[in-house]
């Protein structure tokens, strides 16, 4: 994900690198809303095994297409790896993720809640101390003093929370209440893919010369909009309930996405494209992790404080507080963009040579 995105900041330039982050963005929409169809199809069909087998053939079609068409760069010198700062914010992660999973369950006095959340923070106590004593760090901490990429961060990561996380217990309500199989209760939520995958590159041809922020708030906007929108699912509903939230969020995450990457590298100096990159595209990730938690928690809490014998009425309750947190936290990113970003300073082109190379001889000698 981080050498996509670096390779298209280098690759095009002005409108052309808008166009190209609206096609990233309308496939990255498109992929993560659709992945429900596919695996649907594959659990139906294959069983659950193949959606981790049929990585295999795509990502060997993706290193052949690499290799037969990305232009190889100058070498480079390397630096040396950030062992420790990249194990400690591995355990970092991983031990905020479990504890907030394990709290929807056990609750928050649990020693197995305590525990993994106390690891979490001195792990990140841990990798903030190492990324300020290593000369190459994993992590330049400079770069969150920047206000537009610490805004841009925060916001990719609670984008990918409102907007995708959710589909996680959506798809629950539609198999375990509505009944309906893994394939058509993936159909059932296409609807956002499909908008997003539309609205992507419109969107980045439509808007390219307007400010950053407003393209990205107001599609940070419309997703906390449509995911409030999903709290008319009630007892009584179908899956075409979902409709006009998964639409409208759908239209958002095509409108923020594509400007949010493009913006969150051109406020960082260009040698450090790849490490602003690689941070917010871990963000988005962490994003959907923490997402799927801190949601998990919030309905395991609903169900557990709407009980009944027709389990419609209490996944219904639990949907919408789902939707209710998963909103705000869209319309909470929204107001960190309008606040923090700011429209990037053009970069400066590289300077000349100090001697100016011989003319080339007239005629087309050699």
Known sequence: MTSTTALLNAAYQGRDRGAAFGVWGAVNGAAAAAGPVLGGLLTQQFGW?????????????????????????????????????A??????????????????????????VILPLAAAALAAGVFVTVELRTAQPLLDLRLLRNPSFLGLTLAGLLLTA??????????????????????????????????AFVTAPL??????????????????????????????????SGWTALLPGLLTVGVGVGLATPPMMSTALAT???ERAGMASGAFNTARQLGLALGIAVLGTVFQNSLRHHPGPDPRHSYAAALDSMYTVAGAAALLAAALVALLVRRPAPIAPAPAPATAAAPAPVGGGR
């Open 162 to 195: 409102a907007a995708f996380a959710q589909l996680t217990y959506t798809g629950l309500w539609l198999q375990q209440v509505l009944r309906l199989g893994p394939l058509n209760a993936g159909l059932a939520v296409c609807a956002l893919a499909a908008a």
């Open 49 to 85: 095994r193949s959606i981790f087998l049929v990585n295999l053939p795509i990502a060997a079609v993706a290193a052949v297409l690499t290799v037969r068409h990305l232009a190889a760069g100058r070498p480079r010198a390397t630096g040396r790896l950030d062992l420790p700062g």
């Open 203 to 236: 969107g980045a041809r439509l808007l390219h010369r307007a400010a950053p922020r407003l393209p990205i708030a107001l599609g940070l906007t419309l997703i906390g909009g449509g995911t409030l929108l999903l709290t008319v699912v009630s007892a009584g």
């Open 87 to 112: 194990a400690a914010f591995t355990a970092f992660a991983a031990a905020l993720t479990y504890g907030l999973i394990e709290s929807g369950e056990r609750g928050w006095s649990d020693p197995l």
């Open 268 to 270: 960082v100096p260009r």
